[in-house]
C-alpha cells in the first residue's frame, strides 16, 4: 500500500504499552456522580437499580472482555483485574483503556430503562478511567482489599448519616456533627440504640459492594458441565459471568478461585 506523502503524520504516533507479566488493574468512576444522582432522584443512601445498572454494565464489560478475571464495584465505580499474561490489544494502554470506558458507559445508558422504568435519563453520564499496574498478588488482593474497606467505611457512614437526616430529622449539618470522630463501634451502637437497625442486616449488596467473577456453570446435580472440545482438542469448562456480594478480604474468596491470580 503506497502511502501519500501526507503519511509520514503516522509516525508521529506513539507506542504506548503496558509493562509485561503485571497485573492490570483497570478503574471507572461516574463523572460528577454526585449531581447526575441528584438530578436522577437516587434513593439514599443506596439506589438498588443504579446499583443493579452498574452491575449490568460491568457484566458487559466482562462478556467483552474475556481476560477479565475479577471485578468491584461500588457507589459509582467499578475495578476491573486483567490476567497477568493477557495479550489483549498487545496491552496497549490508551487501546484498552478507551475500549472498556466506553464500552461500560454505552451499557450504562443502552441498560438504563431496563433499571429506571418511567425516569428520564436528562443528560448523557460519562465515566473517567485510569490504569495501575500492579507487580505482585499480594499488592492485587490489596488493591481488592483496600476498596471493599472502602465500600464497608463509606455504608456504614451513610447509613447512619441518612437515618439521623430521614428518621432523626436532623438537619444534614447536624447529622455531621453527630458522626464528626465516631468509631465504626459507635456507628454500629448508634444505629441499633436510636433506629433498632442492626447494621448486619443490612443487605450484603450494600455492605460488601458487588464482586464479578466467572464461576463454571454446574448441572443440575451439582457436577460440572463439561463442555465441548475446544481449539486444539482442549475440554473447556464453561463459565458464566456472575455477581456475587461476598467477602473478598478473607483467605477463603482466593482459595475458592484460584484461576483469578493464576496466569
Ligand atoms: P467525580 O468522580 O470526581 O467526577 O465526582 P463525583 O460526584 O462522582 O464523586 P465520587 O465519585 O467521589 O462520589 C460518588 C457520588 O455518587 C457520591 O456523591 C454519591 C453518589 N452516589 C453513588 N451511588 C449512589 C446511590 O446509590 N445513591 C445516591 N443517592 N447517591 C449515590
Ligand atoms: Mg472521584
Ligand atoms: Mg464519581
Ligand atoms: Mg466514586
Ligand atoms: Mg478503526
Not at 466506553?102 to 453520564?125: D, E, I, M, R
Not at 450494600?206 to 464479578?212: A, D, F, P
Not at 464461576?215 to 458464566?240: A, F, I, L, Q
Request: one cysteine or more; charged letters at 25%; hydrophobic letters at 35%.
Amino acid at each position: 500500500m503506497a502511502g501519500s506523502k501526507f503519511a509520514y503524520v503516522r509516525n508521529f504516533e506513539l507506542p504506548d504499552p503496558l509493562l509485561q507479566e503485571t497485573y492490570i488493574v483497570l478503574r471507572i468512576d461516574g463523572h460528577s456522580f454526585h449531581r447526575f444522582s441528584e438530578d436522577h432522584e437516587f434513593a439514599k443512601p443506596n439506589d438498588v437499580r443504579a446499583l443493579q445498572l452498574m452491575d449490568e454494565a460491568a457484566s458487559s464489560v466482562m462478556e467483552t472482555f474475556t481476560d477479565i478475571t475479577l471485578a468491584f464495584g461500588e457507589s459509582d465505580e467499578f475495578s476491573f483485574l486483567f490476567k497477568r499474561s493477557t495479550s489483549v490489544y498487545n496491552r496497549r494502554h490508551a487501546k484498552i483503556l478507551t475500549s472498556v470506558v466506553s464500552q461500560f458507559t454505552a451499557s450504562y445508558v443502552f441498560n438504563w430503562a431496563k433499571h429506571f422504568p418511567g425516569v428520564n435519563l436528562k443528560y448523557p453520564p460519562s465515566f473517567d478511567g485510569r490504569i495501575v499496574l500492579y507487580p505482585t498478588e499480594k499488592v492485587v488482593r490489596d488493591y481488592f482489599s483496600w476498596r471493599q474497606a472502602d465500600t464497608h467505611i463509606n455504608n456504614l457512614y451513610n447509613t447512619a448519616f441518612w437515618a439521623l437526616v430521614q428518621e432523626g430529622k436532623q438537619t444534614t449539618a447536624q447529622a455531621h456533627e453527630a458522626l464528626r470522630g465516631t468509631n465504626s463501634a459507635q456507628k454500629n451502637q448508634l444505629l441499633f440504640e436510636r433506629f433498632g437497625v442492626n447494621y448486619n442486616s443490612v443487605p450484603e449488596r450494600m455492605r460488601k459492594g458487588s464482586v464479578i467473577v466467572r464461576e463454571e456453570v454446574v448441572n443440575e446435580d451439582g457436577s460440572p458441565d463439561v463442555g465441548n472440545k475446544g481449539k486444539g482438542g482442549k475440554k473447556r469448562v464453561p463459565t458464566r459471568v456472575t455477581v456475587l456480594h461476598c467477602d473478598l478480604i478473607r483467605d477463603e474468596f482466593w482459595r475458592e478461585r484460584p484461576y483469578i491470580l493464576l496466569e
